[in-house]
């Protein structure tokens, strides 16, 4: 009798996780890249821009 490796299904399930992974990465990075001289300013005005 053949029995079906259970490391079958992990692959499709760690494709999802990278894949979600690397999207919210990427989310990140690119709210970084149009928010990120506000962020500054705001922070510098409220004096907490020394700590990034």
């Known amino acids: 009798m053949e029995q079906v490796s259970p490391s079958g299904h992990r692959l499709p399930i760690a494709l999802l996780v990278a ?3 690397t999207g919210l990465t990427a989310a990140a990075f ?3 890249i149009a ?3 506000l962020m500054m300013l705001t922070l510098g005005d409220l004096g907490l821009s020394g700590c990034l």
Do not use: E
């Open 19 to 21: 894949l979600a992974i």
């Open 35 to 37: 928010h990120g001289s």
């Open 30 to 32: 690119y709210g970084w």
